[in-house]
Structures are given as C-alpha cells and as structure tokens.
C-alpha cells in the first residue's frame, strides 16, 4: 500500500491563494504521474492538475492560469498553488499517483473559498 499525504486545504476569501502539498514514497516519487483531483459536493470526482515524472503538466480549463502544479524531486512532494480563488472551486482535494494500472489516493484535503 502507498501512502500519499496531504495537507495545506483550508477556508480563503474568494480571491485569496491556498498552496496544497503532497508528500509520496521515495519509491514511487520519480517514475509516476501525480495529479490533483477535486470533488464538490454533488459532483463527480474531476482531474485539476497532473504532472508527469518528466515534468510535462495538464491542467483542467476552469484552473488554467490561476493554479500551478509542481513537484520536488528531492522532496517527493508534489504541489498546488491556488490563486484567485473562486467559490465553485470549493471542494475536497485529492492527490493522486498513477502509473499504468497502478493508481494510489490520498485522504483528501478540504479547500473552500467563502466570504
């Protein structure tokens, strides 16, 4: 079992920046892909962010230009910074680590942006 663990979630002011952190094994960290994934309420379980061991990035559109993905290798950490936060990005935010069919979840982390 891999254990990917999150923390950084929190309440903001619409407009306010969050940073979210994802710690992974040192055994997994360089070859998979790691991703931020976010479910509101109601909602499907929807991809935010990945980025690829090589360092290539896909982001979801509503996130463009506002979140950035990033990942320290020699921390086994991967990052989300949130700016400009608006309400419909409320949701629990989970880190995600895959690599073909091998696909591990962390706990989740609660962001909401709520004046």
């Known amino acids: 079992q891999v254990q990917l663990v999150e923390s950084g979630g929190g309440l903001v002011q619409p407009g306010g920046s969050l940073r979210l952190s994802c710690a992974a094994p040192?055994?997994?960290?360089?070859?998979?892909?790691m991703g931020w994934y976010r479910q509101a309420p109601g909602k499907q379980r929807e991809l935010v962010a990945e980025i690829t061991g090589t360092g290539n990035r896909n982001y979801a559109s509503s996130v463009k230009g506002r979140f950035t993905i990033s990942r320290d290798n020699a921390q086994n950490t991967v990052y989300l910074q949130m700016n400009s936060l608006k309400p419909e990005d409320t949701a629990v935010y989970y880190c995600?680590?895959?690599?073909?069919?091998?696909?591990?979840w962390g706990q989740g982390t609660q962001v909401t942006a709520s004046s």
């Open positions: 995600n680590a895959r690599l073909g069919s091998y696909i591990f």
């Open positions: 040192r055994r997994i960290f360089s070859a998979y892909t």
